[in-house]
């Protein structure tokens, strides 16, 4: 997921990956995206301000065993290159019994 999201590819992992009513967090309004369309729209409007990069560092279980965790450095790309945030943030990703994301979260480690 988190080698397609800065990429064109990101469309075509959505319905690969994010359950039809996926509750996603909207960073630019402080609010939560819902639905795989609501999540499309987010995405092409962070795009258009910004490039945002991701790099995961690790994947573990949350402490209840039922989510992912996944321990990443947020970054950011423009003309003169890429430049990474000092810290990192968990993603923390529950899933559906089809293995389809039906929620994330983000918070600091």
Known sequence: MYAVFSTE???AFIPRSLAPDVDW??????????????VRAYWARQFAVMHPLVHLERLRLDDDGRRV???VRPGLRDETGDHWAPATVE???????????????????
């Open 9 to 11: 590819e990101r469309d």
């Open 25 to 38: 967090p909207n960073l630019l309004d402080n609010t939560r995206a819902r639905g795989i369309a609501a």
């Open 69 to 71: 965790v996944a321990t």
């Open 91 to 109: 993603h923390v990703y529950t899933f559906r019994e089809d293995g389809l994301v039906s929620r994330m979260d983000v918070r600091q480690p």
